[in-house]
């Protein structure tokens, strides 16, 4: 049959059909009911949607904005602090793109102005984490002012952690060493970044710091000493070198982030024996946080659930990109979903994710979502209403995978839409 006759023959059935309709008064009452009632469905749903999704606070001086931005398969998240600051936590993979578009979102943040980090914090020494992280220093209209590092030596010539042994600054048994190119490059460029007088000091990270400014803390719970000496004394597994990250929670505008690098099960088991620990700075924390900064890109070692049992996330964030590891893995969000329910982001799905928090109210802001990735702007608002109509019609029937993953994507339409 063509096309023609199968239009035509459509088009007369749907004839018949009206002419039914028409001669059936109580069937055409219905069917008005029934359109009446998906209209009002729609309404409803995009009211409820706008309400529960109201854009972020922008950059209000009081609130704490925290960017984890979608640098492919690595780390690297920026923070705004209520008073100022700044920190940034890892600087993503090597790869000139990379390093360029993870500069680029950083001056964008501060146009026609230079961006002050005040804070840089290398979780470890892996190049998916330190990768880009000497393009950021070492570029001329972004400023490091202290940075925060594994207490590694590295393969750079003048690396400072020697003369910190030297002078008795750190004072320990074990040194761990990691030769690869990428570290000693970080290295290098944080050296530099002293001699030209930009950055005032370097830390080597230790449980027991915390780093803190007006309206914000953020207090490190691992690595410990014996992590280092495994580091030290081990084969250097991916193990070893991920659990130096630091765990750390972050407590600013009533709300706690927890940021855990590539912690793995020995980080995380470390973590939990310290959670009592006392700062001496009058900090008591609950023990659970609001968010998680998921260990390892989700990754089967991390997110165990002893962690879980006591940090009970509200949302999760994984930092992941196109890998050959499996990550995240199925097991690892089946054992995050048990706390976080759908409230699982990752910057592969979402790319940037931008994180306002402002008198305890959390705002965020996801920069693509799977219907916004296929669909032209003009026509999204109206699909996502219908997904919306869909996805409530539907979850009084069943709360099923689909209908509550059709609602996520139609809130993070709605929501990117209404900040652009
Ligand atoms: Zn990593
Ligand atoms: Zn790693």
């Known amino acids: 049959m063509s096309r023609r006759r199968v239009v035509t023959s459509v088009a007369k059935s749907m004839t018949r059909a009206g002419e039914h309709l028409s001669k059936n008064p109580t069937t055409t009452r219905y069917t008005r009911i029934i359109l009446l009632i998906l209209v009002v469905l729609c309404l409803v749903a995009v009211i409820v949607v706008a309400c529960a999704n109201r854009p972020p606070v922008g950059n209000s001086d009081n609130a704490l904005t925290i960017h984890f931005i979608d640098v492919g398969q690595g780390d690297s998240i920026f923070i705004q602090f209520p008073n100022g600051q700044t920190m940034l936590i890892d600087g993503a993979k090597q790869s000139t793109v990379t390093a360029t578009e993870l500069t680029d979102y950083l001056l964008n943040l501060y146009p026609n102005e230079s961006v002050d980090i005040d804070y840089c914090m290398l979780t470890h020494t892996d190049a998916d984490h330190c990768g880009s992280l000497d393009d950021v220093i070492n570029h001329n209209n972004i400023n490091v002012k202290c940075v925060y590092q594994p207490r590694v030596v590295s393969a750079y010539q003048y690396d400072m952690l020697h003369d910190a042994v030297d002078t008795g600054k750190c004072n320990y048994s074990y040194l761990p060493y990691i030769d690869t190119n990428v570290y000693a490059s970080f290295v290098n460029a944080v050296h530099n970044e002293m001699l030209s007088g930009v950055c005032t000091h370097v830390e080597y990270n230790l449980q027991g710091q915390t780093i803190n400014g007006e309206g914000w803390s953020m207090h490190i719970y691992n690595p410990s000493e014996q992590i280092y000496r495994d580091l030290a004394t081990g084969t250097q597994t ?183």
């Open 238 to 420: 991916a193990s070893e070198k991920n659990n130096v990250s630091p765990i750390m929670v972050l407590s600013c505008n009533g709300r706690t982030v927890l940021f855990t690098g590539d912690a793995d099960e020995d980080a995380e088991n470390n973590f939990l024996s310290n959670v009592n620990y006392n700062f001496g700075d009058n900090y008591v924390w609950s023990g659970d946080c609001d968010v998680l900064k998921v260990g390892h890109h989700g990754g089967e070692q991390s997110s165990n659930t002893p962690f879980l049992q006591v940090v009970k996330p509200e949302y999760s964030i994984i930092s992941v990109g196109d890998n050959t590891y499996g990550h995240p893995t199925a097991q690892t969000l089946d054992r995050l979903g048990d706390y976080c329910g759908d409230n699982i982001y990752t910057t592969q799905e979402c790319g940037n994710i931008v994180l306002t928090i402002l008198a305890g109210e959390m705002n965020w802001r996801m920069e693509r979502n799977v219907v916004s990735a296929y669909l032209p702007r003009q026509y999204q608002l109206t699909v996502l209403s219908y997904i919306v109509c869909i996805g409530y019609v539907q979850s009084t029937i069943a709360n099923d995978d689909v209908t509550r993953q059709l609602r996520l994507q139609a809130i993070l339409t709605y929501q990117r839409l209404s900040n652009d």
